[in-house]
Nanobody
Framework: QVQVVESGGGLVQAGGSLRLSCTAS????????MGWFRQAPGKEREFVAA????????YYADSVKGRLTISRDNAKNTVYLQMNSLKPEDTAVYYC????????????????????WGQGTQVTVSS
């Protein structure tokens, strides 16, 4: 059984920063592609960023490039989403997702490619 748990959400003013964390536990840690998605009220869930098993490859949605950074620390089995220069439109529930893979360089942006999901953490950016 794989458990995905997010933490680090909260309320921040526009222009501020937050760092989200996510751990994926299971029999074979660090064999997952990890991704972040978000869902704003009244909108569909959308891709934010993903990182490969090795950490060498990352991929971002155009709307967050240059402001959000995904990284992973395999020694801690943790993935991070550093969010800088936050905007009110970044307000959403942020979900962490994992997919097992043997390809250490692959990344995915489609949510149907991910097997395991966390419960989500709320990020609210005030103007």
């Amino acid at each position: 059984q794989v458990q995905v748990v997010e933490s680090g959400g909260g309320l921040v003013q526009a222009g501020g920063s937050l760092r989200l964390s996510c751990t994926a536990s299971g029999r074979t840690p660090n064999t997952y592609i990890m991704g972040w998605f978000r869902q704003a009220p009244g909108k569909e869930r959308e891709f934010v960023a993903a990182v490969s098993r090795s950490g060498d490859n990352t991929y971002y949605a155009d709307s967050v490039k240059g402001r959000l950074t995904i990284s992973r620390d395999n020694a801690k089995n943790t993935v991070y989403l550093q969010m800088n220069s936050l905007k009110p439109e970044d307000t959403a529930v942020y979900y962490c997702a994992a997919r097992t893979t043997i390809n250490i360089y692959a990344v995915y942006s489609k949510d149907e490619m991910y097997e395991y999901w966390g419960q989500g953490t709320q990020v609210t950016v005030s103007s």
